[in-house]
């Protein structure tokens, strides 16, 4: 027995000395993790790369300061109507110059295959013209594409940018703001160039605005890092590189992320900094945001604004389907049929709520509007200038069922002209947008965009009799895309007597 427990004995201690290796190995292991990840934060502060950063890396220690959000601006002050009570169609007087309705020939649309291959061919052939008896030689060279480092489809294209390892060691670690400081020493000290300038390449190509950007470098952040507060960490790094105005902050334990807009986007909440309104694009149409703790400070020469203006479209490969539209006026029926590019149609739908001038000014797909424009033309040429726009407004008021954004969206959803065209339902800002884009390119005549506390129209300027307001001194009457059978010059009964909020100003093409 005493042997037994003498061997029991020596086991305990064997054990006990087993444990105590492991406890100091795993003691040695979180030391050694420690150290090293000490020693990228110890490198990356002696590494940066730009002038700036430093400067800039150590104003990220000071005192932070805390900031409440604004509360989010909504489009309108009441909810639109949940439905339109059509009026009796009358018959329009006849008034005006005779129309002609200028189209350009049709083109025939085709699609390019996205290139997807690592190698291409290039065929170089001899300058002169062989003799008669000569083969004509064709020499034949393979060219290697560097392949990028991380490939990503953005809205049908295949796009590709270059990073640097050094990426994958940031961290947000603490989850404090040493560890916001620590995430950008890392970032600052990497060899990020490569990357900035595939973006910027790939924006020159798409023909991207500063939303196709946003969204492109959330996609890439998105690829890169697993968590959400990592990512807005790079994101933010990556804006601040490309100029754009742009703070991180906390709010709790997570990252937040906030970008200057020098006009409203509505629905967001937002932060003031210097007279700025800093807005939390995340938190788009999910209410306040709080309190985020922050500093006030601007990263060095980053001052552009996120402008969400669309003033030409992205350059995309196309991904056509096609769309018929049916409507009747005085008991006829008319069509017309158009192929729309299901890519661009994706690329709006991640807008948020910008202001009314970016949906006013924004232009249609050219063969889209070519293709509503052909059909139209047979119905309008020839025809007085009264009838020929009463014809479109009828168009836009029954090609359509009314339906409000929340309804449809979940959310307010103010749409281009082109996705008014794509969907079946719309409501009265969506109609109003697409029929001051038609009337200003199929008629070449002045038109505004008309707001209510609960409503949009438009009013054209023409002289016309009927309802009308009055804009920088001059009378336009009012045309509005969402009272069924309504003539031009004819309000719903319940804005006739009703002041108009504001006005959007329609720019012609130049």
């Known amino acids: 027995m005493q042997t037994n427990k003498d061997g029991e004995l020596k086991q305990f201690k064997q054990f006990g000395l087993f444990s105590l290796g492991l ?23 002696s590494e940066y790369r730009d002038a700036r950063d430093k400067e800039f890396g150590n104003y990220l220690k000071a005192q932070w300061e805390e900031f409440t959000s604004k509360k989010p601006t909504p489009l309108y002050e009441k909810p639109k109507p949940k439905a339109i009570t059509p ?36 065929l170089i052939r001899p300058v002169n013209k062989p003799k008669p008896a000569q083969k004509q030689q064709v020499k034949v060279v393979v060219v290697q594409e560097k392949v990028k480092d991380v490939n990503l489809l953005y ?17 947000f670690y603490p989850q404090n703001q040493n560890g916001i400081s620590n995430a950008f020493s890392t970032l600052a000290s990497s060899d990020y160039e490569d990357t900035i300038s595939d973006i910027k390449a790939i924006q020159k190509d ?51 992320v906030m970008h200057y807009s020098h006009r409203m986007i509505y629905d967001t909440p937002y932060y003031t900094f210097k007279n700025k309104r800093f807005f939390l694009i995340s938190r788009y149409a999910k ?45 006829k029926k008319y069509t017309t049929s158009f192929k729309y ?93 697409l029929f001051a884009y038609l009337v200003k390119k199929l008629f070449n005549i002045s038109v505004v965009g008309v707001q209510y506390s609960d409503h949009m129209s438009t009013a054209l300027y023409i002289p016309m009799r009927g309802d009308s307001v009055k804009v920088e001194r001059r ?9 069924i059978n309504a003539n031009i010059g004819m309000s719903m009964p319940k804005y006739k007597s009703k002041i108009p909020e504001s006005f959007i100003m329609v720019r012609k093409d130049k």
């Not at 890169?224 to 709790?252: H, M, R």
């Not at 009378?475 to 009272?483: N, S």
């Open 287 to 331: 209410g306040s945001a709080g309190r985020v703790y922050t500093y006030k400070q601007d990263y060095p020469q980053a001052n552009k604004p996120l402008d969400l203006s669309l003033k030409t479209l992205p350059n995309f490969e196309k991904n056509l389907h096609s769309k018929t539209l049916t409507f009747k006026e005085f008991g």
């Open 155 to 171: 809205f049908g294209q295949s796009v590709g940018v270059n990073i640097d390892n050094k990426f994958k060691e940031m961290k």
């Open 87 to 122: 009026t009796v169609q009358k018959k329009i007087e006849k008034i005006g110059p005779r129309v002609r309705v200028v189209v350009p020939k049709k083109e025939i649309i085709t699609t390019k295959p996205l290139v997807k291959e690592i190698k291409k061919v290039v």
């Open 23 to 45: 406890l100091l190995l795993a003691s040695s292991l979180t030391a050694q993790s420690f150290e090293d990840f000490k020693r990228v934060q110890e490198n990356s502060f």
């Open 206 to 256: 798409l023909n991207l605005n500063d939303w196709g950007v946003y969204v492109l470098v959330n996609m890439i952040s998105n690829s890169l890092f697993e968590t959400p507060d990592e990512q807005k960490l790079f994101s933010w790094f990556i804006f601040n590189k490309l100029g754009y105005a742009i703070k991180v902050g906390l709010a709790g334990k997570h990252i937040v």
């Open 475 to 483: 009378k336009f009457v009012i045309a509005d895309p969402t009272y």
């Open 341 to 433: 590019d299901k890519n661009l149609i994706d690329f709006m739908a991640t807008y948020p709520q910008a202001d009314y001038d970016t949906y006013f000014n924004a232009p249609m797909d050219k063969e889209l509007y070519d293709q509503i424009a052909q059909d139209l033309k047979p119905y309008l040429d020839g025809k007085k200038a009264s009838v020929a726009i009463n014809f479109v407004l009828h168009f836009v008021q029954k090609a359509f069922k009314y339906e409000r954004d929340n309804a449809q969206f979940g959310r307010e959803k103010v749409m281009f002209s082109t996705e008014t065209l794509y969907y079946d339902k719309s409501d009265c800002e969506d109609r109003t947008i």
